[in-house]
Every structure is written in structure tokens, then in C-alpha cells.
């Protein structure tokens, strides 16, 4: 940006009065009311369209509407809320939608995928570009799954859903090649005993023990009754119980051959479901 004198008085003056004019032009398009998305969206803008004049005007009234925010946030706070607003890299969370979207999956492996990002994009918190993430910070998810207490084939099966989502990244120039945390991770599988079922006397024991809540021995005996999974028994709605018919249906399952309708013919089952 040229200010066309060479007296420094005046190029000052006329800097002064551009900068006012730019932010009053930005207040007016209200970029900063939507925070940080509004500030990310406008720098990706002005370097896309490889203004650098704008850049920089926006990276400097990102940092006051940033220190702004300390009063009520704090500074560490606000120095994150600044570095997020002058991203213009994808974040994790916006690169997780991509990759769902995008990647032709059928229902069951959608749902499996978006369970296993979601997860990850909790567990990281701050949801930064994936390559500004430490190694460490990458472990520290790795052992949580690992050391979890999610069944042997589901924490497998989660490594497996992340790692196709890395290898993606690598693919996009999203992350470092051979930086892929979730390969070459070893679950040991449960025991048999982990797995079991319950013997005659462990039942009896369970139905005369006593319950803080009535309901939570109700969930155990649809269970023994029934064969269905404690997940599946826990979601059930009002409007998955047909008490005419006497049948319910799962309609909350892990995979589509889950969904499906069981009677329940059993006095103490039709004791229970019409409650």
C-alpha cells in the first residue's frame, strides 16, 4: 500500500486516516460479532485472495478484539482465541467433517468412523490444524484407547478408524508423511474368563440382591430374558414398546442387521414393559 508523499508528517496522517477507514469498513461488515469463525473466515479471504494489506489490517484487529476478551477470559484463554482466529489452516473437527463426508462410506461404517473422530476431537481439546498437535499429546490419546475400557475388537476397531483418517491427512498434505500415530499399535485380546457368561448361582445372587434403584434390576432381567446388549435395552423409548402386540424393538444398534423386533412373552418382561 503506497501513501504517495515523502513527508513523514503527512504519511502518517494518511495512514492513520486508511486504518480508521478499513476498520470502519470491517465493524460495518460485523466480522468480529461472530468471533473467532467471523475473524478465520475474513483472513482466509484476504489470503486466498493474496491481499496482504488486509491480512495484515485483520491480524492486527484480531489481536485488540482478542485482549479484549482478557477481562473476561483470562490471557490464556485470549491467546488461544487469537491464534484460532488468524488460522486459516482446516481445524481437526472441520477436517473430521471432510473426511466423513467425502469418503463414501456405507451407515455402519459412518457411524463407526464419526464415533471414533468424535472421540478424538474431544479428547484433544482446543481443535487446532492436526499438524500443530505435539506428539505427545497424539500418545496420550493412543494410550487412553489402548488402556481403555472399551472391548479388545472395538479399541481395534477405533485404532483402524483413525488410522485411514491420518492416512487421509498425510494424502492432503494435512500432516507429515509417516506421522501416522494409530499404526502398528498392538490390543491384547480379553481373557476368556473377561467373557463369560453368568453361571446359576451368579444369577441368583443378582436377582435377590438389593438394587439402589428398582429400574437398574428391571435392565437386568430383560437382559437374561431377552439376549439383547445392556446398550441396546438402555436406549429403548416409549415408542419402541408395542404393548399390545407385546414386542419392543431395538432400533438403536451398532449395524443395521441389529435393528429388530423381539416379543416379550414373559410374565415378569410384561410386568416390566407396562410399567
Known amino acids: 500500500m503506497s501513501l504517495q508523499t515523502r513527508d513523514l508528517a503527512e504519511a502518517n496522517r494518511r495512514k492513520f486516516k486508511a486504518v480508521a477507514e478499513l476498520k470502519r469498513v470491517i465493524a460495518e461488515a460485523g466480522i468480529g460479532d461472530s468471533g473467532v ?14 491481499n496482504e494489506d488486509q491480512a495484515y489490517l485483520i491480524h492486527s484487529l484480531a489481536e485488540d478484539w482478542a485482549t479484549a476478551q482478557i477481562p473476561k477470559i483470562g490471557e490464556d484463554a485470549a491467546s488461544t482465541l487469537f491464534k484460532k482466529a488468524i488460522e486459516t489452516r482446516d481445524s481437526l473437527s472441520e477436517l473430521t467433517a471432510q473426511y466423513i463426508a467425502n469418503g463414501g462410506f456405507g451407515l455402519d461404517a459412518t457411524r463407526k468412523h464419526s464415533k471414533a473422530l468424535k472421540d478424538f476431537v474431544i479428547f484433544m481439546r482446543h481443535d487446532h490444524p492436526p499438524i500443530l498437535y505435539a506428539d505427545r499429546e497424539l500418545l ?10 472399551l472391548a479388545p ?16 491427512l498425510e494424502q492432503r498434505l494435512h500432516a507429515p508423511k509417516g506421522s501416522n500415530p494409530f499404526t502398528g499399535i498392538t490390543v491384547r485380546g480379553g481373557t476368556v474368563d473377561d467373557v463369560r457368561a453368568f453361571n446359576p448361582t451368579e444369577v441368583v445372587h443378582v436377582l435377590s440382591s438389593t438394587f439402589s434403584h428398582e429400574w437398574q434390576k428391571d435392565i437386568f432381567k430383560v437382559l437374561l ?50 410399567k
Do not use: Q
Open 225 to 274: 430374558l431377552t439376549g439383547a446388549r445392556p446398550n441396546e435395552v438402555c436406549s429403548l423409548r416409549h415408542c419402541d414398546i408395542d404393548t399390545k402386540a407385546k414386542t419392543f424393538t431395538i432400533s438403536d444398534s451398532k449395524t443395521d442387521a441389529g435393528v429388530r423386533k423381539l416379543p416379550y412373552r414373559h410374565p415378569v418382561l410384561a410386568a416390566i414393559f407396562n
Open 153 to 168: 475388537n472395538t479399541k481395534r476397531d477405533r485404532l483402524s478408524s483413525l488410522g485411514g483418517f491420518w492416512r487421509w
Open 37 to 50: 469463525e467471523g475473524w478465520r473466515s475474513s483472513m482466509r479471504d484476504a489470503v486466498e485472495s493474496n
Open 140 to 149: 496420550a490419546f493412543t494410550d487412553s484407547v489402548v488402556n481403555g475400557p
